[in-house]
Each structure stands twice: as structure tokens, then as C-alpha cells.
């Protein structure tokens, strides 16, 4: 502790992942300046899902963390710190041919495997909970345990309730090295001095980083409804369909192809996501691949034709080359941190990444094993190459 | 004898092509509901734009009054209002 | 006609308004072809809405605007070879790939159309001044009021208050009075009588000093009172009706009312509209009063104006230097206008509703951290997150944060919430592969 009192931080990139670990280092005493070139949640946490959910995650190490990252919102709400933001519900996989059924089949092995509740549901149970759910579903299963929150307001709360000072509108230009140490960072040609450095910079940890070929965008576009309900979810329980696994799991890997999910918001309007467009990181839409989206959509779920469009909109995942987020200290660089790449699971892991981010630079065991998401392992790929 | 819509329950007449905002306020229809609403709809720019005046169509959409001519029979509605969670 | 001539790309004008219809058969008697997007199911904008069959006609405005607008509708019948108008269409903006989007609300689908370029005249929204109430039902806008007026030939029953500040509440109030409900009184912010120079200015403008004198001895006649330095602080729900509380000069006093009809002036109706850089491929302008408030004799002189640079960008010469000069002369007018009702700004209540959409406060707006980027106000205040998209809350928000152009609504489609089922149902036109 006593040297987290004297230590300045500074954490690049006010996204969900930055905004915890600086969060987090602020609670254990650091200081700590939060620095984004626009403003806290304005990449890819203002423009995803909402899901907090082990159900979608590939098996393997990402399956675990997703476990332990659920737990850690839970014990976040119960302790006040997210109270109110966090919500416990059902995921719903759900396929429509028999080979999705299959693949829902595998999954939910997979998942309780790794120790998770999985529960059968027959088509009337299924209709009886998901009232008007398409024709074509022909089998379903249960994850009862996952839950929902919005980037943006875990972000805004994290910050909220910290010393953290927040510099927006501060692109950060280069971090400042001496004797291979990083020293601050450069913002608008002036140099702010810290003892650390964070990069949870998403797509923007590329420029500052050099690590344009280990981490690659992938845009989603994505849709808001109108409201089908009065201040409360409109269904019970997200909808996620075997597509989105297909391309979780690596199955499928094209630009055009959809991964259906069906987000219920808190507003009681409906998030409908989304594409996959490997390097792509611009946030435009375009009406080819909404339409794609909402028919696809309307056949799993008929309901949201007397739904309208409010908004489309993209976000880009930041993706590292083997699908494994980046988190640890920077090989090369001393003093310089990384927690980047989450892809498409950053609102579920980032509390508890940025948690384990801040355990890190104040020099603490983050306690899980995180050796294989450590950034040196890309450094031991070039070294061989 | 005039076509009608419903408004929730009650019958509305109409003049054909006429919207179906013009209907409802000819019927002394001002409130737009829902009942207890947080924000309750009603008719207010009359060009599309501010779309308070929305009103859900039974099977199909919803739909700005101000714009929708109306049709004999649809059955008219309150969309969902805003919750609670953001008063 | 030249088979090129047929096949060529149309130009896109969206709004079926005196701008709209002016541009159109300014570049159809240019020989270009013109694809017309009017969100009704007739033409004539707000201005120009017509009586719905078996209405009666109550009030058929100013004799100059109907000249004006016989005069565009029969151009336009003779034009009509070379335009396609697409009614109950709403233009839903340009995606990311370029493709410019209507909703066609009769057939139930969205559809794409190339274009060579776009003229948007889709007119102006009404500027709000927020007070406590302003959302709940029986508050109308003057202008929408006004639509309806002209559509029903019906005023609204009940006693009305016209509260604000601009030329339009002195012309729905002498309207309404002639139609037979003669609003209780007429609230006016400005306080021109106290700008004397500037009035003696006005003075001098010809038709819209004739209209305006004419409304005013309907009220005269009609006994309505018109009120200067007078505004609504709030509005409560009694019974059936309205609470109004108003302040007269330096008295405050308690109406009770059926109706309350508020305008604080207007907004061009730009919100999320897409600009391309001059000299973009495919220029994208806009006209009338979507571009400036200029009125209705200005709109088509503007659509014109828009016209002509459509057709000097394909190399045909037009000269713009007469409508530019009318057009100044106009906004020296506007400008004189908005200086003799000038009043000073006041700040809302905590408890005023600012985002009627998402019901958001003044309190929730100012909770926002002084430094809030635009996505921190759409997301963590969700001002401009809702079906209105920012046209109401967005000149608020403007003003109170001293911004030029409303922060809340950055370029976007659908311009306009757009029916689910009609979206899944894009399709491409066969202009594209």
C-alpha cells in the first residue's frame, strides 16, 4: 500500500476496462488520470449489448474468466458499488435446423463442463416464457445465471463513485520512455508524468502500441427498437442464436455473415445485434446488412414486427490475432501495462479485468491465472518467427 | 354514414383522407394515454417530427396520427410508455 | 425526350413544400429528371395542407401564397413527364454505403434510389421554450394546431391560450378566431413596443405587413387581447382542463384553459441530416426552411436557389444572383424580426421536462458533467436517444449549452423511426446491382 499512495497512474482509454482499473488503482490509493480521446464510453462500451453472459463464450480459458467475471458484477452489486446496474437473466440458445440443434447440443455440454447451469426447455415451457417465438425453433436451452448490463453505466458509475481524474477530449500521442521505463504519456504536446502506464485503448492501443498486426477490428452493427414494454424487459430472457455460437466458436468466419442476438433492455426496448466485419472500424451502418439483421430477427422472433427502428448503429470489437484478450505487463516496455483485445466481451469481463489490470500495476497477484492472456506471448511468436 | 376506427375501445368516426390525428381531435380525443403514463401521448407538431402523437395500429406498427390516413376498422392504442427506471 | 435522357439519374428532392415543389419544376424545365419524396399523402407541406375531403375550407390564407402555390402545382402538372412523386414516402437518410432510403409507407417497405444529387427541403420544426408542463396533453404546438386547423376546418373546442413568441401566434390566433374560437388571450414574450427603430424597420417589408395588420384587426374585432412581455411559467392539469400560470408584464396570474398553444419560434429541421463536403460526388443541399427560416415567399425563391446550383454543377448555366439579393432581403427581415421579440433567455426549473421522448429533466441535464462529450449527453443523459430524435430537445440543449448547431443529433438514418417489418424488407432498385 504504501507504494500505491505515492504512485500516479495513467490509464489510457475510458472504456469499460479502463474506467475499472482506474477505479480500482484509485481505490487502492493510487492517483490516477483517466485519459480519452473523446470521453468515457464513446468506442466500443457505448455501442454494444448489454450481456453479461458465460453462455455466449467459446470453451476454454474464456468460458472460466467469463465465470469468474460474472461473479465479480454480482458481488459488485451486492456491495453497492453497481448496485441497480446489474440484472440477473436468462440466456435462451436457441437453434432452428438440426445442425444448430446439434451445435446448442455441444455448447451446452461445454458449459456444463466448465460448471455452469443448464437447463432442458421443451418448446411449450419455451413459449410460455418467450410468448410469439418463432415456428422454426426446434430446440432450446437454458442458461439461468447470466446477466445484463450497460457498458456506459457500469463505466459512468465506476467513475462516479472514485478520485479518478478524467481528461476528455486527451489523446494520448505517445508514451514518454527513458532507460526503457515508461516516464507519461504525450497529450496534445504536452507531457503528462506517471509512474505507470495502462493501455485500454481498444482499436486505438494499435497506433500507440505497434501492435497492428496482433490486434485487428471487427465492426458490429447493431439496432434499438421502440418500446414493447413500459420500463421493464420485454421478454424474459436474452435471445441468442445458434449463429452467434457458430461464429463464437470460430465455426464461421465471413464478413457477411449475421450472429443473431436479441437483447431485451431494462426500457423495454429491444437491442438487436449483429454483424462480424473483420477489419472494418468504421461506425457506419449500412441497410444490406440491418436489413439482414431484422429478418433474420423477425423469423426467430415474429413479435418485433410491430416494433420500429429508432437506431442503428456500429461498434468495433477490438480482436487479437488468436481471440485471447490481451492483458499483463508490456514485454518490452517497462512500467507499461495492457489490457486490450476483449472482441466482443467486454462488458463481461471488463469490471473484472480492470480489476485484475489494477492488482497488476500495484504489483499484487491479479488472482487468476492470467498467463495465457499475457502480451508476451505474441512477443515469444515473433522471437521464433 | 362516416367509416370508423377504434380508439382503444371507442369508436371514431372519419372523413376519408382525413389522418387520423384530425379524427381524434374532432372526437374531443386530446389525450393520447397511456393512463398513468409517465409522458402521456398527444398530438403536437402535426408534421411527423416530435412524435408524441404515435399511436400503436393492432397487428401492425406504430404510427404518427398527424401523418397516417386513417383506415375503416384499425384499432388504435397507447405504444408502451416510458418506464419508471428513468423518472 | 433522348433515350439517355430517360435512363439518366434523377435528382432527389425531398418534401413535397413551396421549397420542395420549386426546386422539382425548376429542374424538370432544366430537362432533368426528378424523383419528389413527400412524406403525406398530398403535396403542400405545412403551409399549403389542405382540407381533408368534405372539410370545410375555414380560412385559406393570404391570397399571394395561394397564387404562389396554383402557380408551382400547375408547372408542376406540366412538368409532370419528368417527375416521379412518391407520396407517403419519408426520406430516411443516407447509409454508409452511400444509398439514400425511403420508407414507402403504403407498400410497407424501405427501398434504395442512386441519384445524381439531393435537394432537401423538408421545412422546419418548431423551436421550444421549455416550462413545467409543456408535455402534458392539451399542450399543442401553434403550428401543429395550426395543421390541423387548415385539415378539420375545425378549431378545438374549450377555451385556448396562444402563448410564446413569434408572427405565427398572431396568425393562429386570428385563425382560430375566425373559424369561431377565439383564443382567451395571446402571450407574447417580446416586448417590441420597446424597440421602436427596429419595428419602423419592419415597417417597411410589403406583404407580410399586410398579412400581419390583417390578423391583428381580427383580434382587434374579435376582442382577443395580445399581450407583450408575457409568458407561461407553468402548466398544471384541473379536471378536464389546463392551469396556466402566466406572467403579465410584472403580474402573475392563473388561467384556466382547454388548450395551450406554444411557439417560440422556428428551427430548420436538419436534425441528422447528412452534409457531404462541397464538391462530394453526389451534393447533397438543402432549401427553405430546413436550410434557414426565411418564410414562405423566401422558400421558393430558396428552392430555386438550391436548383440552380444543382444544374451549375452539371454544367448548365443559371443564374442565382436576383434570388440571393430577394433572399437577403428576407433575412434582413427575419433578423429585424428576431431583434423586436427579443427577450432574455431564463433558465428552466429542475422539474422542467427538456427530453419529452425519454422524460429527462433540467435536473437530469444539469447532473451531467459540465465537460459531458455529445455521446455522454445521449447515452448517460439520454437526451436525443428517442423517437424524436433530438428535434426538440436538441435546440434546448443548444441553447443552453451556447452551441451553434445541436450537439444531441450527429448525422444518422433512419432520419425518422422506421417500421421494423418495412426495413427487414429492403430491397435494392434495379438502378443498382
Same mark, same amino acid.
Given at each position: 500500500?504504501?507504494?500505491?499512495?505515492?504512485?500516479?497512474? *495513467?490509464?489510457?482509454?475510458?472504456?469499460?476496462?479502463? *474506467?475499472?482499473?482506474?477505479?480500482?488503482?484509485? *481505490?487502492?490509493?493510487?492517483?490516477?488520470?483517466?485519459?480519452? *480521446?473523446?470521453?468515457?464510453?464513446?468506442?466500443?462500451?457505448?455501442?454494444?449489448?448489454?450481456?453479461?453472459?458465460?453462455?455466449?463464450?467459446?470453451?476454454?480459458?474464456?468460458?472460466?474468466?467469463?465465470?469468474?467475471?460474472?461473479?465479480?458484477?454480482?458481488?459488485?452489486?451486492?456491495?453497492?458499488?453497481?448496485?441497480?446496474?446489474?440484472?440477473?437473466?436468462?440466456?435462451?440458445?436457441?437453434?432452428?435446423?438440426?445442425?444448430?440443434?446439434?451445435?446448442?447440443?455441444?455448447?451446452?455440454?461445454?458449459?456444463?463442463?466448465?460448471?455452469?447451469?443448464?437447463?432442458?426447455?421443451?418448446?411449450?415451457?419455451?413459449?410460455?416464457?418467450?410468448?410469439?417465438?418463432?415456428?422454426?425453433?426446434?430446440?432450446?436451452?437454458?442458461i439461468?445465471?447470466?446477466?445484463?448490463?450497460?457498458?456506459?453505466?457500469?463505466?459512468?458509475?465506476?467513475?462516479?463513485?472514485?478520485s479518478?481524474?478524467?481528461?476528455?477530449?486527451?489523446?494520448?500521442?505517445?508514451?514518454?520512455?527513458?532507460?526503457?521505463?515508461?516516464?507519461?504519456?504525450?497529450?496534445?504536446?504536452?507531457m503528462?508524468?506517471?509512474?505507470?502506464?495502462?493501455?485500454?485503448?481498444?482499436?486505438?492501443?494499435?497506433?500507440?502500441?505497434?501492435l497492428?498486426?496482433?490486434?485487428?477490428?471487427?465492426?458490429?452493427?447493431?439496432?434499438?427498437?421502440?418500446?414493447?414494454?413500459?420500463?421493464?424487459?420485454?421478454?424474459?430472457?436474452?435471445?441468442?442464436?445458434?449463429?452467434y455460437?457458430?461464429?463464437?466458436?470460430?465455426?464461421?468466419r465471413?464478413n457477411?455473415?449475421?450472429?443473431?442476438?436479441?437483447?431485451?433492455?431494462?426500457?423495454?426496448?429491444? +437491442?438487436?445485434?449483429?454483424?462480424?466485419?473483420d477489419?472494418?472500424?468504421?461506425?457506419?451502418?449500412?441497410?444490406?446488412?440491418?436489413?439482414?439483421?431484422?429478418?433474420?430477427?423477425?423469423?426467430?422472433?415474429?413479435?418485433?414486427?410491430?416494433?420500429?427502428?429508432?437506431?442503428?448503429?456500429?461498434?468495433?470489437?477490438?480482436?487479437?490475432?488468436?481471440? +485471447?484478450?490481451?492483458?499483463?505487463?508490456?514485454?518490452?516496455?517497462?512500467?507499461?501495462?495492457?489490457?486490450?483485445?476483449?472482441?466482443?466481451?467486454?462488458?463481461?469481463?471488463?469490471?473484472?479485468?480492470?480489476?485484475?489490470?489494477?492488482?497488476?500495476?500495484?504489483?499484487?497477484?491479479?488472482?487468476?491465472?492470467?498467463?495465457?492472456?499475457?502480451?508476451?506471448?505474441?512477443?515469444?511468436?515473433?522471437?521464433?518467427? | 354514414?362516416?367509416?370508423?376506427?377504434?380508439?382503444?375501445?371507442?369508436?371514431?368516426?372519419?372523413?376519408?383522407?382525413?389522418?387520423?390525428?384530425?379524427?381524434?381531435?374532432?372526437?374531443?380525443?386530446?389525450?393520447?394515454?397511456?393512463?398513468?403514463?409517465?409522458?402521456?401521448g398527444?398530438?403536437?407538431?402535426?408534421?411527423?417530427?416530435?412524435?408524441?402523437?404515435?399511436?400503436?395500429?393492432?397487428?401492425?406498427?406504430?404510427?404518427?396520427?398527424?401523418?397516417?390516413p386513417?383506415?375503416?376498422?384499425?384499432?388504435?392504442?397507447?405504444?408502451?410508455?416510458?418506464?419508471?427506471?428513468?423518472? | 425526350?433522348?433515350?439517355?435522357?430517360?435512363?439518366?439519374?434523377?435528382?432527389?428532392?425531398?418534401?413535397?413544400?413551396?421549397?420542395?415543389?420549386?426546386?422539382?419544376?425548376?429542374?424538370?424545365?432544366?430537362?432533368?429528371?426528378?424523383?419528389?419524396?413527400?412524406?403525406?399523402?398530398?403535396?403542400?407541406?405545412?403551409?399549403? %395542407?389542405?382540407?381533408?375531403?368534405?372539410?370545410?375550407?375555414?380560412?385559406?390564407?393570404?391570397?399571394?401564397?395561394?397564387?404562389?402555390?396554383?402557380?408551382?402545382?400547375?408547372?408542376?402538372?406540366?412538368?409532370?413527364?419528368?417527375?416521379?412523386?412518391?407520396?407517403?414516402?419519408?426520406?430516411?437518410?443516407?447509409?454508409?454505403?452511400?444509398?439514400?432510403? @425511403?420508407?414507402?409507407?403504403?407498400?410497407?417497405?424501405?427501398?434504395?434510389?442512386?441519384?445524381?444529387a439531393?435537394?432537401?427541403?423538408?421545412?422546419?420544426?418548431?423551436?421550444? %421554450?421549455? @416550462?413545467?408542463?409543456?408535455?402534458?396533453?392539451?399542450?399543442?404546438?401553434?403550428?401543429?394546431?395550426?395543421?390541423?386547423?387548415?385539415?378539420?376546418?375545425?378549431?378545438?373546442?374549450?377555451?385556448?391560450?396562444?402563448?410564446?413568441?413569434?408572427?405565427?401566434?398572431?396568425?393562429?390566433?386570428?385563425?382560430?378566431?375566425?373559424?369561431?374560437?377565439?383564443?382567451?388571450?395571446?402571450?407574447?414574450?417580446?416586448?417590441?413596443?420597446?424597440?421602436?427603430k427596429?419595428?419602423?424597420?419592419?415597417?417597411?417589408?410589403?406583404?407580410?405587413?399586410?398579412?400581419?395588420?390583417?390578423?391583428?384587426?381580427?383580434?382587434?374585432?374579435?376582442?382577443?387581447?395580445?399581450?407583450?412581455?408575457?409568458?407561461?411559467?407553468?402548466?398544471?392539469?384541473? &379536471?378536464?382542463g389546463?392551469?396556466?400560470?402566466?406572467?403579465l408584464?410584472?403580474?402573475?396570474r392563473?388561467?384556466?384553459?382547454?388548450?395551450?398553444?406554444?411557439?417560440?419560434?422556428?428551427?430548420?429541421? %436538419?436534425?441528422?441530416?447528412?452534409?457531404?463536403?462541397?464538391?462530394?460526388?453526389?451534393?447533397?443541399?438543402l432549401?427553405?426552411? &430546413?436550410?434557414?427560416?426565411?418564410?414562405?415567399?423566401?422558400?421558393?425563391?430558396?428552392?430555386?436557389?438550391?436548383?440552380?446550383?444543382?444544374?451549375?454543377?452539371?454544367?448548365?448555366?443559371?443564374?442565382?444572383?436576383?434570388?440571393?439579393?430577394?433572399?437577403?432581403?428576407?433575412?434582413?427581415?427575419?433578423?429585424?424580426?428576431?431583434?423586436?421579440?427579443?427577450?432574455?433567455?431564463?433558465?428552466?426549473t429542475?422539474?422542467?421536462?427538456?427530453?419529452?421522448?425519454?422524460?429527462?429533466r433540467?435536473? /437530469?441535464?444539469?447532473?451531467?458533467?459540465?465537460?459531458?462529450?455529445?455521446?455522454?449527453?445521449?447515452?448517460?443523459?439520454?437526451?436525443?436517444?428517442?423517437?424524436?430524435?433530438?428535434?426538440?430537445?436538441?435546440?434546448?440543449?443548444?441553447?443552453?449549452?451556447?452551441?451553434?448547431?445541436?450537439?444531441?443529433?450527429?448525422?444518422?438514418?433512419?432520419?425518422?423511426?422506421?417500421?421494423?417489418?418495412?426495413?427487414?424488407?429492403?430491397?435494392? /432498385?434495379?438502378?443498382?446491382?
Open positions: 500500500m504504501a507504494r500505491s499512495l505515492s504512485l500516479h497512474v *495513467a490509464v489510457v482509454g475510458a472504456g469499460i476496462v479502463g *474506467a475499472a482499473a482506474a477505479h480500482f488503482l484509485a *481505490a487502492a490509493g493510487a492517483r490516477v488520470t483517466l485519459l480519452d *480521446a473523446s470521453g468515457p464510453a464513446a468506442g466500443a462500451t457505448g455501442a454494444s449489448d448489454g450481456a453479461v453472459s458465460v453462455a455466449s463464450k467459446k470453451p476454454g480459458p474464456m468460458m472460466d474468466l467469463a465465470r469468474h467475471a460474472r461473479a465479480f458484477y454480482g458481488s459488485c452489486e451486492a456491495d453497492g458499488l453497481l448496485r441497480g446496474l446489474f440484472h440477473r437473466r436468462s440466456t435462451f440458445l436457441v437453434a432452428r435446423t438440426p445442425l444448430e440443434a446439434e451445435l446448442v447440443a455441444e455448447h451446452g455440454a461445454d458449459l456444463a463442463a466448465a460448471g455452469e447451469r443448464v437447463l432442458d426447455v421443451d418448446r411449450p415451457t419455451l413459449l410460455n416464457r418467450i410468448p410469439g417465438l418463432g415456428d422454426g425453433v426446434c430446440f432450446a436451452l437454458e439461468p445465471d447470466d446477466g445484463h448490463a450497460l457498458g456506459y453505466e457500469i463505466t459512468q458509475r465506476l467513475l462516479q463513485r472514485s479518478v481524474t478524467v481528461r476528455r477530449n486527451a489523446p494520448v500521442s505517445e508514451i514518454v520512455m527513458r532507460a526503457g521505463r515508461a516516464v507519461g504519456v504525450a497529450v496534445r504536446g504536452e503528462l508524468a506517471a509512474d505507470a502506464v495502462l493501455v485500454a485503448a481498444g482499436i486505438g492501443s494499435v497506433g500507440l502500441l505497434g497492428g498486426d496482433i490486434l485487428i477490428p471487427r465492426k458490429g452493427q447493431m439496432v434499438v427498437t421502440d418500446r414493447a414494454a413500459a420500463g421493464r424487459p420485454a421478454i424474459d430472457g436474452h435471445l441468442m442464436a445458434a449463429s455460437l457458430a461464429a463464437k466458436r470460430g465455426i464461421v465471413d457477411a455473415h449475421i450472429g443473431l442476438v436479441i437483447d431485451p433492455l431494462v426500457t423495454g426496448q429491444f +437491442l438487436i445485434g449483429g454483424s462480424r466485419e477489419h472494418r472500424s468504421d461506425q457506419t451502418t449500412d441497410a444490406v446488412t440491418i436489413s439482414a439483421i431484422l429478418r433474420d430477427a423477425l423469423d426467430l422472433y415474429p413479435p418485433l414486427r410491430e416494433r420500429r427502428v429508432l437506431r442503428t448503429f456500429a461498434g468495433v470489437r477490438t480482436a487479437s490475432r488468436d481471440g +485471447l484478450p490481451i492483458i499483463g505487463p508490456h514485454p518490452h516496455l517497462g512500467g507499461v501495462t495492457v489490457a486490450t483485445g476483449f472482441e466482443g466481451d467486454g462488458i463481461c469481463l471488463g469490471p473484472f479485468m480492470g480489476a485484475c489490470a489494477a492488482r497488476m500495476i500495484l504489483g499484487e497477484a491479479p488472482g487468476v491465472d492470467l498467463s495465457l492472456l499475457a502480451p508476451q506471448r505474441f512477443a515469444a511468436v515473433e522471437a521464433l518467427a | 354514414m362516416n367509416p370508423c376506427f377504434y380508439w382503444i375501445d371507442r369508436p371514431v368516426s372519419f372523413r376519408p383522407g382525413e389522418t387520423i390525428a384530425a379524427a381524434l381531435l374532432r372526437a374531443g380525443i386530446a389525450d393520447l394515454g397511456p393512463e398513468g403514463g409517465a409522458v402521456r398527444r398530438v403536437f407538431c402535426g408534421i411527423g417530427a416530435c412524435q408524441a402523437c404515435v399511436v400503436a395500429v393492432a397487428g401492425e406498427g406504430a404510427v404518427e396520427a398527424c401523418l397516417t386513417a383506415r375503416s376498422g384499425m384499432r388504435l392504442a397507447p405504444p408502451p410508455s416510458l418506464g419508471l427506471r428513468h423518472e | 425526350m433522348s433515350e439517355l435522357a430517360m435512363t439518366e439519374l434523377p435528382i432527389l428532392v425531398v418534401g413535397g413544400g413551396p421549397a420542395g415543389v420549386a426546386a422539382a419544376v425548376t429542374l424538370a424545365e432544366a430537362g432533368l429528371r426528378v424523383l419528389l419524396i413527400e412524406q403525406r399523402d398530398r403535396l403542400g407541406g405545412a403551409i399549403h %395542407r389542405q382540407p381533408a375531403p368534405g372539410a370545410p375550407q375555414v380560412w385559406r390564407g393570404p391570397a399571394r401564397h395561394r397564387r404562389n402555390w396554383t402557380e408551382l402545382t400547375s408547372r408542376l402538372e406540366r412538368a409532370a413527364a419528368r417527375i416521379e412523386l412518391r407520396t407517403s414516402s419519408v426520406f430516411l437518410g443516407i447509409d454508409g454505403a452511400g444509398r439514400f432510403l @425511403f420508407e414507402d409507407r403504403r407498400a410497407g417497405r424501405v427501398f434504395a434510389r442512386r441519384v445524381r439531393a435537394i432537401v427541403a423538408v421545412g422546419a420544426v418548431e423551436r421550444i %421554450r421549455p @416550462f413545467e408542463g409543456w408535455e402534458l396533453p392539451g399542450v399543442t404546438s401553434a403550428g401543429g394546431a395550426q395543421v390541423l386547423l387548415k385539415e378539420t376546418g375545425r378549431p378545438p373546442e374549450g377555451p385556448i391560450v396562444v402563448a410564446g413568441t413569434g408572427p405565427l401566434l398572431l396568425a393562429v390566433a386570428a385563425q382560430l378566431a375566425r373559424a369561431g374560437n377565439p383564443p382567451l388571450a395571446v402571450l407574447e414574450r417580446g416586448n417590441p413596443w420597446r424597440r421602436p427596429t419595428l419602423a424597420g419592419l415597417a417597411t417589408a410589403g406583404p407580410q405587413l399586410t398579412e400581419a395588420a390583417a390578423y391583428a384587426t381580427t383580434l382587434a374585432w374579435k376582442r382577443v387581447p395580445y399581450r407583450t412581455a408575457s409568458e407561461v411559467l407553468g402548466v398544471s392539469e384541473v &379536471g378536464q389546463l392551469a396556466i400560470r402566466v406572467r408584464g410584472k403580474i402573475e392563473l388561467l384556466q384553459a382547454r388548450h395551450l398553444l406554444v411557439h417560440d419560434g422556428l428551427e430548420p429541421n %436538419r436534425a441528422g441530416i447528412p452534409l457531404p463536403a462541397p464538391g462530394a460526388e453526389i451534393p447533397v443541399l432549401a427553405g426552411d &430546413g436550410r434557414e427560416i426565411l418564410g414562405a415567399d423566401a422558400a421558393i425563391l430558396d428552392g430555386r436557389r438550391a436548383a440552380a446550383a444543382v444544374l451549375a454543377s452539371l454544367g448548365q448555366a443559371a443564374p442565382v444572383a436576383p434570388l440571393e439579393a430577394a433572399l437577403g432581403k428576407a433575412r434582413a427581415f427575419q433578423r429585424d424580426l428576431a431583434e423586436a421579440l427579443r427577450s432574455p433567455s431564463t433558465l428552466p429542475p422539474e422542467t421536462m427538456i427530453c419529452r421522448c425519454e422524460g429527462r433540467y435536473a /437530469d441535464f444539469t447532473a451531467l458533467p459540465a465537460d459531458a462529450s455529445a455521446r455522454e449527453i445521449r447515452l448517460m443523459g439520454r437526451f436525443g436517444l428517442g423517437a424524436c430524435q433530438g428535434r426538440f430537445c436538441g435546440p434546448m440543449l443548444a441553447e443552453l449549452r451556447g452551441e451553434a448547431l445541436p450537439s444531441a443529433s450527429p448525422p444518422r438514418w433512419p432520419l425518422r423511426p422506421v417500421s421494423l417489418a418495412a426495413l427487414a424488407n429492403f430491397s435494392m /432498385d434495379q438502378t443498382e446491382t
